[in-house]
T-cell receptor
Framework: DQQVKQNSPSLSVQEGRISILNCDYT??????FLWYKKYPAEGPTFLIS?????DKNEDGRFTVFLNKSAKHLSLHIVPSQPGDSAVYFC????????????FGKGTTLSVSS | DVKVTQSSRYLVKRTGEKVFLECVQD?????MFWYRQDPGLGLRLIYF???????EKGDIPEGYSVSREKKERFSLILESASTNQTSMYLC?????????????FGDGTRLSIL
């Protein structure tokens, strides 16, 4: 049973507009949530994270919002750029010894110029 | 910068062969992980290790084993390779400890089993 779900396999956005990538989770005990970005033929790179005690974290063009009551988080990219075209993975973490990140299946973002 | 190095970018092996995928990290991370990435399935955890000689099964350990004899090195072993193990394999590492410890990934090994 998937604990972290990214229900949209793909998203297309025009350059300069906002990209919103969504993620749902089932385990209310998760302590942290992270977003990773992956280009073809490269490993995923860490983008931004948020603690479960916060509802927003911002880093430049990237903002992550967390709605704990809805068990939902989203990544906003403003403004979107063609170089943002990649697969984005949402991940969740339980802060206990011997646990690992749990990843969603990813959303492919295409930003057209 | 953290560097996670996977020994091969591309590898072609035959069914039944024993296959070794090697991963080395240079940041003294306690935790190391092996994932496979398949289209439509995302990143699935095979095994991870949070200390030397320690290992934990992930979501899909069947057909795989791991070895962590030194802190910086984590090996994934396909005991008898099968075609359904054709995939992109990704190694990652992170510090242990409280708080958010992002995993750092290598560039992956694309393994084809013929």
């Amino acid at each position: 049973d998937q604990q972290v779900k990214q229900n949209s396999p793909s998203l297309s956005v025009q350059e300069g507009r906002i990209s919103i990538l969504n993620c749902d989770y089932t385990n209310s005990m998760f302590d942290y949530f992270l977003w990773y970005k992956k280009y073809p033929a490269e490993g995923p790179t860490f983008l931004i994270s948020i603690s479960s005690i916060k509802d927003k974290n911002e880093d430049g063009r990237f903002t992550v919002f967390l709605n704990k009551s809805a068990k939902h988080l989203s990544l906003h990219i403003v403004p979107s750029q063609p170089g943002d075209s990649a697969v984005y993975f949402c991940a969740a973490f339980l802060n206990q010894a011997g646990t690992a990140l749990i990843f969603g299946k990813g959303t492919t973002l295409s930003v057209s110029s | 910068d953290v560097k996670v190095t996977q020994s091969s970018r591309y590898l072609v092996k035959r069914t039944g062969e024993k296959v070794f995928l090697e991963c080395v990290q240079d940041m003294d991370h306690e935790n190391m992980f092996w994932y496979r990435q398949d289209p439509g399935l995302g990143l699935r955890l095979i095994y991870f290790s949070y200390d030397v000689k320690m290992k934990e099964k992930g979501d899909i350990p069947e057909g795989y084993s791991v070895s962590r004899e030194k802190k910086e090195r984590f090996s994934l072993i396909l005991e008898s390779a099968s075609t359904n193990q054709t995939s992109m394999y990704l190694c990652a590492s992170s510090h242990r400890g409280p708080g958010n410890q992002p995993q750092h990934f290598g560039d992956g090994t694309r393994l084809s089993i013929l």
